[in-house]
């Protein structure tokens, strides 16, 4: 089926499901975090964001994709047809990110630890305990958003729009020009603060980006998972989509805690690390859910219900002092 074309005048948001409305703009305040530059983009994601709802029902919106959209949005701001071209057919390449159960997710991770395995820094992870699945989900979800200053992602589009071996390629790029740092650390908590910390590093665009390409010029495209072999994942996953939210295998919400903000997530990272991949995906509650996509997806950005978890956590005390 043809897709309609894109008018940045002609999206309201009626037609679409009303549950999806509500996570997308719930979604949308968070995309920019502390990136001013990101901040004057949001109409146009959201005008963008259900276009897509129109063009790919199959896949609709799922959280992350509003980050997606953004850096498109930015790098087009007088463009907003060629914004959402660029961005559709992004989507479409590596759209089995966000399927329901997430079914490139476990053959990305593997591709990376393929092209990881041997250098210094993933040996370095290992040893400490922090698995592939602790840090890359996010980074994938957003297409290196969360470890990215938009000026290097801007920099660095055109390749990433080529797909998944791009998207791989430029994440070991960039743990590559960190490997000093990474080596430093020495305790599991310290290395899952500095990955988390990516976006703040140094880096030079034009080196990462000559380093990425030569990489992936040099793996085989073997290695890399394609639509043909994804079905072989779906029911691997450990996360599942449940209309636009990611809950866990028993159904559970956790994305976003409902009746509160998220504690902090090393925290419980650091008591989880001898237990199952499993275990760490899922939590032990919705508010226990530390390591979450929520958290993963917009760091800089309080989860809803943050205010209100600490209005009633004050109310407790106080009631506490005057029994």
Known sequence: MQAAP????RHDGDGVNAEVLRQLELDLPRTAGTDVAL????????????????????LGYCQGMTLVAAVFAAA??????????????????????????????????????????????????????????????????????TWLPLRSLLH?????????????????????????????QQSFEELMDTIQG???????????????????????????PESASVANFRRSGRLHRKGSK?????????????????????????QQKEDSASDWWQGSSPINAIGSLFHWIFPDCEAPGKEVAETAESGKESTSHSM
């Open 6 to 9: 894109f008018s940045p005048s």
């Open 39 to 58: 901040h004057g983009c949001i109409g146009r994601v959201r005008t963008m964001i259900l276009q897509h709802l129109e063009d790919d029902p199959e």
């Open 76 to 145: 087009h701001n007088d463009a907003e047809v060629e914004a959402y071209r660029r961005f559709a057919a992004f989507v479409q390449r590596v759209r089995g990110l966000w399927l329901p159960g997430f079914p490139l997710l476990q053959p990305s991770i593997a591709s990376f630890e393929a092209l990881a395995k041997g250098r210094p820094w993933f040996m370095h992870l290992v040893r400490y305990g922090v698995q592939t699945e602790m840090f890359l989900p996010q980074a994938l979800l957003s297409m290196l958003v």
């Open 156 to 184: 660095c589009l055109q390749f990433l729009e080529c797909g998944l071996k791009s998207l791989l390629s430029l994440a070991v790029a960039l743990l590559d020009s960190q490997e000093s740092q990474l080596l430093q």
């Open 198 to 224: 990516l976006k703040n590093c140094k880096v030079c665009p034009n080196r990462l980006l000559e380093t990425a390409e030569a990489q992936a010029k040099a793996v085989d495209l073997a290695s890399f």
């Open 246 to 270: 990611v809950v866990d295998e028993e159904g559970i919400e956790i994305l976003a805690a409902p009746t509160g903000g998220l504690p902090n997530n090393l925290e419980w990272l650091a």
